[in-house]
């Protein structure tokens, strides 16, 4: 099993302080149209050229739409290069809009 958190964790936490690396792993199309405040995009085809871009001091939430894409980047991301601070949006940007943020438009 992957490491994930809910949307209301990701809320709690970021509410409490904690500094996190939100990278989503959506096209850039999808990411122009609604995207959780503070993150940057590296789309998952992208992702094996932009690892020394993530964070190795602190958490690293991987975004997508509904949580497969991000899974899939967390996946390879601990297999190929042992990176043990990522955790998975679970249900993604989509759960975030319906369970956290409603202002973040849903696709």
């Known amino acids: 099993m992957l490491p994930d958190l809910t949307p209301e964790d990701l ?3 970021r509410q409490q302080g904690e500094i996190l ?8 199309e999808e990411y122009a149209y609604c995207r959780i405040e503070g993150s940057q ?3 998952l ?3 094996p050229a932009h690892v020394e871009d993530l964070a190795t001091d602190r958490p690293v939430v991987l975004i997508c739409h509904h949580g497969v894409r991000s ?8 297999h190929r290069h042992g990176l043990t601070n990522l955790l998975n949006l679970r249900g993604g940007i989509h759960a975030w809009s ?7 438009a849903v696709y």
Request: proline share 9%; net charge neutral; aromatic share 4%.
């Open 41 to 43: 995009l590296i789309p």
């Open 11 to 13: 809320h709690r936490r």
């Open 45 to 47: 085809g992208e992702v």
């Open 21 to 28: 690396q939100l990278i989503d792993v959506r096209e850039p």
């Open 71 to 78: 899974a899939q980047a967390l996946a390879y991301l601990q």
């Open 98 to 104: 319906v369970r956290v943020d409603p202002t973040v």
